[in-house]
């Protein structure tokens, strides 16, 4: 019953992240690039021919989810192996996360670069701190939680209560976390206004910078729980269902953000 | 308040932030207190090099327009308003003080001056 369930998750993160969201999300920062001079793209239509959607990226996206199906099916059917469990509802999202940093720096060099400032510039005179939208002490606490859990684990090291391998392991893992987290929430911060900011409404950004600082707050729990496994064998829930929780849980925003009506009609403006 | 700039003006970039941030104080636009962004932002929004947006702000800041409060940010200055219009008036003064001496130097008399002055007022109210 239950392996029903996760085999369902599993499957259902390809068809929304890989199908639905990834593709989605390249035409947004396609449209978003385009915005930097949006005049001088409509005066030379020969531009938007030569540097068209982004079909590629989206054939990709639809290519490398047909892989992760056959994988997923021969871990689940086929190989009879346990582990794999896990793996599939956390492995798939990793090389997805790459190929959307990967698009966007192409995109940059490929179209972003070569379209000229415009002449007329204009911008909000709003103030975007992070203490515009929430008390910085919430993001300072997350830093000190990850020191914390640091320090335990730097102690538990030198006192020989875990091994060096773990010790590794759970430092570039948390130095992962803790990197992604911080400069999503730079980026949420320091971009410039988008075609979504103005579909939105200006409560998109709050959502944007929350939601990165919510994303730090899970890595300190994920830091906590394993410290609370690696030193006291206290284990509150095991991994398969963590990583079940966050897969059904990306998903939910992921279509969330896809069938939200403003998106719906921005991307309906996207030929 | 929305800033506005074109680069192909013939007024400094600096210089159209400046007005358009004065010009924001006197129309009550931008209330005393305001917090304006940091360097960093409106230059990386409006693709200016940070200095531009530095010099004008740092123009701001001798003006009293702005005060900056560290790491707290960069606020609108409580008196900016009366600031703004002390400056005017005193750049006014000047200005008529220059434009006056140019006349009396082309030699036009104390009267003749004042007709002119009376029409060119007399123009702008209609």
Redesign the interface.
């Known amino acids: 019953m239950y392996s029903w369930l996760i085999y369902a998750v599993a499957f259902s993160q390809i068809v929304v992240l890989y199908w639905l969201a990834a593709p989605a999300s390249f035409r947004l920062v396609y449209h978003a690039m385009l915005n930097k001079n949006r005049e001088w793209v409509d005066a030379n239509p020969a531009f938007r021919q030569r540097y068209a959607t982004p079909k590629y990226s989206i054939w990709i996206c639809y290519v490398t989810g047909f892989g992760w199906l056959g994988a997923l099916i021969y871990v689940f059917f086929f190989s009879g192996s346990d582990s794999g469990m896990t793996a599939s509802l956390s492995v798939p999202i990793l090389p997805l996360m790459l190929i959307q940093f990967g698009y966007m720096g192409i995109e940059y060099y490929r179209v972003y670069k070569k379209i000229p400032?415009p002449?007329?510039?204009?911008?909000?005179?709003?103030?975007?701190?992070l203490k515009?939208f929430l008390n910085p002490s919430w993001v300072y606490i997350c830093y000190v939680f990850f020191c914390l859990v640091a320090g335990m684990y730097i102690s538990g090291l030198v006192r020989g209560v875990i091994e060096k391998n773990l010790f590794i392991a759970r430092m570039v893992g948390m130095s992962i976390a803790v990197a992604i987290g911080t400069f999503s929430m730079l980026y949420a911060l320091?971009r410039?206004?988008q075609p979504v900011d103005d579909a939105l409404g200006p409560l998109a950004r709050k959502f944007e910078v929350f939601g990165t600082v919510a994303v730090l707050y899970i890595c300190v729990f994920v830091g906590l729980f394993r410290t609370l496994q690696d030193f006291f064998s206290v284990y509150l829930f095991t991994d398969l269902a963590f990583f079940f929780s966050m897969s059904v849980l990306i998903q939910a925003v992921s279509l969330f953000c896809l069938m939200h009506a403003s998106t719906r009609k921005l991307l309906a403006e996207i030929p | 308040?929305?800033?506005?700039?074109?680069?192909?003006s013939l007024e400094a970039v600096y210089e159209q932030i400046v007005r358009q941030?004065q010009q924001?104080v006197q129309q009550g636009t931008?209330a005393p207190g305001t917090?304006?962004?940091?360097i960093r932002?409106?230059a990386?929004?409006?693709?200016l090099n940070h200095n531009t947006v530095a010099r004008a702000y740092k123009i701001l800041e001798t003006n009293r327009v702005i005060r900056t409060a560290g790491r707290k940010?960069t606020f609108i200055h409580g008196d900016a308003s009366s600031h703004i219009h002390s400056r005017n008036s005193h750049d006014a003064a000047y200005q008529m003080n220059e434009l006056v001496t140019a006349l009396f130097e082309k030699g036009l008399s104390k009267v003749q001056i004042e007709a002119v002055f009376k029409t060119a007022l007399a123009i702008k109210r209609t």
Request: cysteine-free; aromatic content about 0%.
């Open positions: 400032l002449v007329k510039r204009s911008t909000s005179l709003e103030r975007r701190a515009d320091r410039k206004k | 308040m929305d800033l506005e700039i074109d680069v192909s941030i924001g931008l917090a304006l962004p940091s932002q409106l990386d929004d409006l693709d940010g």
